[in-house]
C-alpha cells in the first residue's frame, strides 16, 4: 500500500513563493509518472503539473511559466516550486501518478492572500 505524505503548504501573501513536497513509500516510484493536483473549494480535482520518469514536464496553462515541477526518484519524492502565486492558486494540493492509481494523501492547503 503506497502513502503519500505531502508537506511545504501554507498563507502566502499574492507575488510569493512556496515549495511543496510530496514522499511516496511502498512502491517503485522512479517507473511512474507523477503530478500535481489541485483542488479548489466547490471545483474537481485539476491536474496542474505532470513529470515522465525521464524527466519531462507539462503544465497546465494557468501555473505555466509560473510553477515547476521535480523529483528525485532516490528519495520517492516529487516537488512543486510555486512563483508568483495568486488568489487563484489557493486550494489543496495532492500528488499522485499520471493517471491516479495510488490512494489519495491529504493534501497540503495552499491560502493566497493578502
Known amino acids: 500500500q503506497v502513502q503519500l505524505v505531502n508537506s511545504g503548504g501554507g498563507l502566502v501573501q499574492p507575488g510569493g513563493s512556496l515549495r511543496l513536497s510530496c514522499a511516496a513509500s511502498?512502491?517503485?516510484?522512479?517507473?511512474?509518472?507523477m503530478g500535481w493536483y489541485r483542488q479548489a473549494p466547490g471545483k474537481q480535482r485539476e491536474l496542474v503539473a505532470v513529470i515522465s520518469r525521464d524527466g519531462s514536464t507539462n503544465y497546465a496553462d494557468s501555473v505555466k511559466g509560473r510553477f515547476t515541477i521535480s523529483r528525485d526518484n532516490a528519495k520517492n519524492t516529487v516537488y512543486l516550486q510555486m512563483n508568483s502565486l495568486k488568489p487563484e492558486d489557493t486550494a489543496v494540493y495532492f500528488c499522485n501518478t499520471v493517471p491516479s492509481y495510488w490512494a489519495w494523501g491529504q493534501g497540503t492547503q495552499v491560502t493566497v492572500s493578502s
Open positions: 511502498g512502491s517503485i516510484f522512479s517507473i511512474y509518472a
